[in-house]
């Protein structure tokens, strides 16, 4: 009985906290999807941000659904940086917002429990790409620092603006 109430307790917990955080920011809605060519012009422009500080990382472009429409691994990165790129990307695309936001939510604002949002990857390097007001996808890089990330998904994410 006494786990049934510490599993409802947290279940209340979460829901209230995703509640809460849902209201904080009223994100874009949805668009057309990202095309290939967009997403190489916002692989490119991350790329060139990743080159001139000399930081091998992997690139995600991915649509409205999270499904990958461009990825490039720069040579030397690991390859476990395929699956963290890939997840920033789909938890930006998903939640309407920066990965970043989790990382803050976990790490400086106390709620760990977003960590256990389905699909929130609370590190920072992800964020929607938006286009004429609307969510078209979203940018993930892995490699470097997490800021390092957030550095180069920013550069990807203005060369669509």
């Known amino acids: 009985m006494h786990i ?3 599993v409802a307790g947290t279940a209340l917990a979460l829901a209230a906290t995703l509640f809460s955080f849902a209201a904080q920011a009223q994100a874009p809605m949805y668009g057309a999807n990202i095309n290939l060519d967009t997403a190489r012009k916002v692989s490119a422009a991350a790329e060139a941000e990743a ?3 000399n930081w091998n990382v992997v690139i995600v472009v991915v649509d409205t659904g999270g499904h990958t429409v461009s990825l490039q ?7 476990a940086s395929v699956a963290v790129a890939t997840q920033k990307a789909q938890s930006s695309v ?3 917002r920066p990965s ?8 400086v604002g106390g709620n760990p429990q977003l960590a256990f949002l389905p699909g929130a990857m ?3 390097g992800g964020l929607p790409l938006v286009m004429d007001g ?3 996808g979203a940018i993930g ?8 990330d957030g550095q180069i998904a920013k550069a990807g994410m203005e060369s669509v603006k």
């Not at 691994?73 to 390859?79: I, K, P, S």
């Not at 890089?141 to 390092?148: F, W």
């Open 100 to 107: 970043k936001v989790f990382e803050d939510a976990v790490k």
């Open 134 to 136: 609307k969510i078209v």
């Open 122 to 124: 609370p590190v920072e």
């Open 94 to 96: 998903a939640y309407r």
């Open 73 to 79: 691994r720069l040579d030397g990165t690991q390859y």
């Open 4 to 6: 049934a109430k510490h």
């Open 51 to 53: 080159r001139k500080n």
């Open 141 to 148: 890089v892995s490699g470097v620092t997490s800021a390092q």
